[in-house]
């Protein structure tokens, strides 16, 4: 490479660094709606089935009193004005389905010619924009979510490590099948997870199911939220050989209002431990109430409740057949929907509900006089008495 | 897990594509635990006749989702299905030599797993893998974190020869 050549590559690249790491930074709520217009349908709430069995939710306390049953009671595909959410499997499905449908009408194609084709069928450059929407959403939320703890919470240089493992974590969508060559699997999967690899790369991958189901934008935001609080929580703060006090508050706190099951055979972060997926949905839930509040305003009433219930909505799916539910590692669906979505102070100001009675809602402020360090608790036991 | 993974393969007894009893319930994983030293299976069985009574179960948690891709030959029968928790997403008869080569594949697969699990670290996307070939049985099991795509490929390869069914 020459240095005229090599000047040039400094100054584009130079330029590109710095619009990637503004972008969350200027990014705010008004950039949002092209992305949400584009992808339609905009139902409005008196089309949506949803929309005509719920009454204003001043009208119609008792959803106030039991938001996961408001928000399971219901099968099927749920409507809120962004979109829609439908049960995993279907995801799956019509993904399996467009993979068939390419190899029947292609059999002399590989294997990795019909992942191109099926990348380009399914993340086209409208859901690509969705998701990336959400996901500097999502982003800019967390960091002004730890940039505002006070300073009895997080430290400023906790708070930068904080930051900067947000900041690491890279949202990877497929430009064409090369992108998931590592993991081919994906494109028919109807999943978002995180990953941290072996050489300390952070990385967040969507499923090309969860591309052609997940419509709604708030359970996009929910569930990129639920993803991209992996990279702070508390398994992965240890495993970064990271101590944070407050981190340990919460956990005593999530262990004493019963919002980590505490089987006999856990392990924290080992196994049979619910807490990195507890803490994933309480960090969702505020990104969740922060989206909410955005769009208060835009959609009032039942429109709102519909985006509230969007929001969740995937993880009561299937709640009627127990044995189908990971309970090892995620808490069971009424955990997570009413203990920790529903009775979040944020989501029930913006729902208009009355704060929820005893006990406290979780945070990293709260204490108890008997505080143990969690970090030494196996189950009901401490590691030293086993 | 275990016994949720046992209820699973319970029901999926029910099907044509069962693989009655093979698995033994060993299910997925701990999340954190390193994989189980397996044993190659004899190569050269895998062409033979007792690859006609052979079977595959790769069991992976991935996001909030169990999945399975079951695969076996039997009578000169080859079946493959896919499954999401409970439910059976698709199954179909697929062709001989076609199987064969997957199933060449997860034995070597099993003979060959990746031990780079980093200490410490939270597996969040366990998965096993079990192949049975006449009366021996194997199990690789690790996470896809510290597997370098090696399970990721072999599910695509379940699943485009799933697809690529015999009409």
């Known amino acids: 490479m020459n240095r005229n050549k090599l000047r040039s590559v400094l100054i584009f690249g130079g330029i590109a660094a710095a619009v990637a790491y503004l972008t969350p930074h200027v990014y705010h709520r008004h950039a949002e709606p092209s992305a949400l217009s584009a992808e339609g349908p905009r139902t409005p709430a008196g089309e949506s089935p949803l929309a005509q069995s719920f009454p204003p939710l001043a009208a119609n306390p008792s959803v106030c009193q039991n938001i996961y049953q408001s928000v399971c009671q219901h099968h099927g595909e749920t409507h809120d004005p962004t979109g829609t959410v439908v049960p995993d499997v279907e995801g799956d499905r019509q993904a399996v389905r467009f993979y068939e449908e390419l190899i029947e009408q292609h059999p002399d194609w590989s294997a990795p010619q019909v992942d191109d084709a099926l990348v380009a069928a399914i993340y086209t450059p409208k859901r690509r924009g969705r998701v990336q929407s959400a996901f500097h959403f999502v982003e800019h939320t967390l960091l002004k979510f730890i940039d505002n703890q006070p300073e009895e919470v997080f430290s400023a240089r906790e708070k930068r490590q904080l930051k900067a493992r947000v900041r690491k974590t890279q949202l990877q969508l497929p430009v064409n099948a090369a992108t998931y060559s590592d993991e081919p699997d994906l494109f028919t999967k109807n999943e978002v997870f995180y990953e941290r690899m072996l050489d300390g790369q952070m990385r967040m991958r969507v499923g090309g199911a969860y591309l052609l189901t997940a419509k709604s934008w708030f359970n996009i935001v929910f569930t990129l939220g639920h993803e991209f609080a992996h990279a702070i929580d508390p398994c992965e703060i240890r495993s970064a050989h990271m101590s944070l006090p407050a981190y340990d508050r919460l956990t005593a706190c999530f262990l004493r209002n019963n919002l980590i099951a505490t089987h006999k055979t856990r392990l924290e972060c080992e196994q049979d431990d619910q807490l990195s997926e507890t803490f994933a949905d309480w960090v969702a839930v505020h990104i969740a109430a922060e989206a909410l509040r955005s769009y208060s305003a835009e959609f009032p009433g039942v429109q709102l409740w519909n985006a509230a219930t969007n929001s969740v909505r995937d993880l009561c799916e299937q709640e009627d057949d127990l044995d189908l539910l990971d309970v090892q590692y995620h808490p069971p669906p009424q955990v997570r929907i009413e203990a920790i979505f529903g009775r979040n102070p944020e989501i029930r100001q913006v729902l208009g509900c009355n704060p929820a009675p005893e006990p406290e809602y979780c945070d990293f402020k709260t204490t108890s006089p008997n505080h143990v360090s969690p970090s030494r608790r196996i189950g009901g036991k401490f590691r030293g008495e086993l | ?167």
């Open chain 2, 1 to 167: 897990m275990r016994k949720y993974l046992c209820r699973v393969l319970g029901n999926v007894l029910g099907s044509a594509l069962v693989i009655t009893g093979l698995m033994g319930c060993a299910g997925t994983p701990p999340r954190s635990s390193p994989e189980a030293a397996p044993v190659a299976l004899e190569d050269s069985g895998l062409r033979g006749p007792e690859a006609a009574d052979s079977s595959v179960d790769i069991s992976y948690i991935l996001g909030r989702d169990h999945y399975r891709l079951l695969a076996k030959a039997e009578r000169a029968s080859f079946s493959v299905a896919s499954i999401m928790d409970k439910q059976v997403l698709e199954k179909n008869t697929v062709a001989g030599a076609r199987y064969q080569d997957f199933l060449k594949k997860v034995n070597s697969f099993v003979s060959h797993p990746k031990r780079t699990v980093a200490s410490n670290s939270p597996c969040h996307s366990p998965f096993s893998v079990t192949v049975r070939i006449g009366k021996e049985t194997q199990t690789a099991s690790g996470c896809r974190e510290s597997d370098e795509g090696g399970l990721s490929r072999l599910v695509k390869d379940g699943e485009f020869l799933l697809y690529s069914k015999v009409k």
